[in-house]
């Protein structure tokens, strides 16, 4: 068994909730929290967005069935106001819904769409330390043909917000790959303080947003800005890249993100994690509510799309697997 570890002081796990396919992630998210961390010393936290000018529509849940199923999974749902990003930019939810998390105390961010495996107090957390996922490709910056390269973007935002560019690099990298630069997924990331992460976050994401800097001109901000923002961010208080690794990456967690591919290539204990968890009644009766689960874990699309690969010898590129399971009509999400 790993090594369990404890934090100076509880800590706070956050997810974002909304109506649709997001509200039943959560509800997923949950059930195999509280079964991964029955003795879970902090809170567990849904941020609800509100309706307001920035949503088209109203954002909140929709079925009162998942309200009750996450209560009793000892989950709480609060509300937050988005006072900068809303139907523009969902992705910004994770950022504004820091504001929910108490002032000071510690706290762990979860995207919805993640299968919680073992206790997370298997992780070695250092909150003073902040961290993220680093369970990403090469997705941004797109760099040109003719530049500017991938130092000159980067050395651009952080001289943008007075940060030490030299000391983000990973010296196991040549200049120009894109692994030299810090970057993050952001579906998981934490930090000490969720008020001095959140406002600096908004601030840096937003910046971006309203006045990139020249360097930024050929480039996409949507829907990267969160994971823009988010590396400057966490060198700005002091962190860097995990040092514990594949902890919040798989061992612990499962960064899930589409039902179809996660049983295409998961291993076998996060699928049996996955089928024992959504197997209870009470939970099979709310989760069917969303067709993506009925079909993929109820009917038995997922199980059929993991027959028809290796987990050996999977295609290299994800399209592969997606065209593979797409053809074989198992594409559910």
Same mark, same amino acid.
């Given at each position: 068994?790993?090594?369990?570890?404890?934090?100076?002081?509880?800590?706070?796990?956050? !997810?974002?909730? *909304?109506? =649709?396919? +997001?509200?039943?992630?959560?509800?997923?998210?949950a059930v195999s929290f509280h079964e991964a961390n029955p003795d879970f010393a902090g809170r567990l936290i849904? !941020?609800?967005? *509100?309706? =307001?000018? +920035?949503?088209?529509?109203?954002?909140?849940?929709?079925?009162d069935e998942v309200r009750a199923l996450i209560a009793e999974q000892g989950g709480e749902i609060l509300p937050f106001e988005n006072r900068h990003f809303g139907s523009s930019y969902p992705h910004g939810n994770k950022i504004e819904a820091l504001s929910v998390l108490?002032?000071?105390?510690?706290?762990v961010f979860?995207?919805?769409d993640t299968l919680h495996i073992g206790p997370l107090a298997f992780v070695p957390f250092d909150f003073a330390r902040p961290t993220a996922s680093m369970k990403r490709e090469a997705t941004w910056p797109k760099?040109?043909?003719?530049?500017?390269?991938?130092?000159?973007?980067?050395k651009s935002l952080?001289?943008?917000?007075?940060?030490?560019?030299?000391?983000?690099?990973?010296?196991?990298?040549?200049?120009?790959?894109?692994?030299?630069?810090?970057y993050f997924n952001a579906g998981w990331f934490y930090g000490e303080d969720p008020k001095a992460f959140g406002d600096l976050f908004a601030t840096y994401a937003t910046a971006i947003r309203d006045t990139p800097p020249p360097e930024l001109d050929s480039q996409a901000l949507y829907p990267w800005l969160d994971?823009?923002?988010?590396?400057?961010?966490i060198h700005a208080l002091g962190g860097g890249r995990p040092l514990h690794s594949g902890d919040l990456d798989g061992e612990i967690t499962c960064h899930w993100r589409v039902l179809p591919l996660l049983y295409a290539h998961a291993p076998d204990k996060v699928i049996d994690t996955l089928e024992r968890v959504a197997a209870p009644n009470r939970v099979k009766k709310v989760l069917k509510l969303h067709d993506a689960f009925k079909r993929g874990i109820y009917q038995g699309r997922?199980?059929?799309?993991?027959?028809?690969?290796?987990?050996?010898?999977l295609p290299v590129k994800e399209q592969q697997i997606r065209n593979i399971i797409k053809k074989n009509k198992l594409w559910v999400r």
């Open positions: 068994m790993p090594e369990t570890h404890s934090s100076a002081k509880p800590y706070n796990v956050l !997810a974002v909730i *909304q109506g =649709g396919r +997001l509200e039943f992630e959560a509800a997923l998210f849904f !941020a609800e967005p *509100q309706p =307001g000018p +920035l949503w088209k529509d109203d954002p909140r849940i929709v079925h108490p002032k000071g105390e510690p706290f979860f995207d919805t760099v040109p043909l003719y530049g500017p390269g991938y130092t000159a973007i980067w952080y001289d943008k917000f007075g940060l030490d560019f030299e000391l983000s690099l990973d010296p196991r990298f040549p200049d120009e790959y894109w692994e030299h630069y810090l994971q823009i923002a988010l590396p400057l961010v997922g199980l059929r799309a993991r027959a028809l690969f290796d987990r050996d010898n």
